[in-house]
């Protein structure tokens, strides 16, 4: 598992209703990292349908939600899970924090 954090942008960078993808310095994954209200969230920057990019797609900061640009599947920002069809699989969520006036995540899997 790395323990390497990846820089994904400044803190100012990323306000509220905003998303920033970074690639995983170690493992080349893609990754996103939500600002919802304030709250820092970081996942896997692809769709769990046809592994199209979430960021693409557009965030509901009511539900808490990211939909995919391509079929329409939207997933909870706060955990990966999937909330509609056609993606029935969550998308991994990552580690994030704010540390030195930026933002970084890590992807965490083995
Ligand atoms: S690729 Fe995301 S819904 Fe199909």
Known sequence: MSE???????????????MKTAF?????????????DGELYALEDQCTHEEFELSAGAINPVEGSVECILHG??????????????????????????????????DNRD
């Open 24 to 36: 995983d310095e170690v493992t080349d994954a893609a990754i996103v990292v939500f600002n919802l």
């Open 73 to 106: 599947a939207r997933f909870d920002i706060r955990d990966g899970s999937a909330l509609c069809a056609p993606a029935y699989t969550p998308v991994p969520k990552f580690p994030v924090k704010r540390e030195n006036g930026g933002i970084w995540a890590r």
């Open 4 to 18: 390497t954090w990846t820089f994904i942008c400044a803190s100012e960078e990323l306000l509220p209703g905003e």
